[in-house]
């Protein structure tokens, strides 16, 4: 069993930075891949970025890349998500997720466990 906790979130000016961490327990973290997604208001699940058990592949959707960067840090089982340049539109409650993806990383799916989610409020 894995528990997933998020902090980081919080209110920044368009154009600001934050970084966001999700902390787990379960010693079967670092064997897992682990994911980020968000839900802004009146919309659906997006997925964010995602990282390999062993952070030696990460993946992004388009609308982040050169902006957001996802790492990993197995010895604290912690996984992070550096967000630079935020817009507005980056407005969202941000959630982290781990499970054995085998291959569709962007799929909320093909993950087994979240976390409560951080919200992250971006100012024009």
């Known amino acids: 069993q894995v528990q997933l906790v998020e902090s980081g979130g919080g209110l920044v000016q368009a154009g600001g930075s934050l970084r966001l961490s999700c902390a787990a327990s379960?010693?079967?973290?670092?064997?897992?891949?682990a994911g980020w997604f968000r839900q802004a208001p009146g919309k659906g699940w997006e997925f964010v970025a995602a990282?390999?058990?062993?952070?030696?592949?990460?993946y992004y959707v388009d609308s982040v890349k050169g902006r957001f960067t996802i790492s990993r840090d197995n010895a604290k089982n912690t996984v992070y998500l550096q967000m630079n340049s935020l817009k507005p539109e980056d407005t969202a409650v941000y959630y982290c997720?781990?499970?054995?993806?085998?291959?569709?990383?962007?799929?909320?799916?093909?993950?087994?466990?979240w976390g409560q989610g951080t919200q992250v409020t971006v100012s024009s």
């Open positions: 997720a781990a499970g054995p993806v085998q291959s569709d990383y962007a799929l909320a799916d093909s993950y087994d466990y």
């Open positions: 379960g010693r079967t973290f670092s064997t897992y891949a």
């Open positions: 990282i390999s058990w062993s952070g030696g592949n990460t």
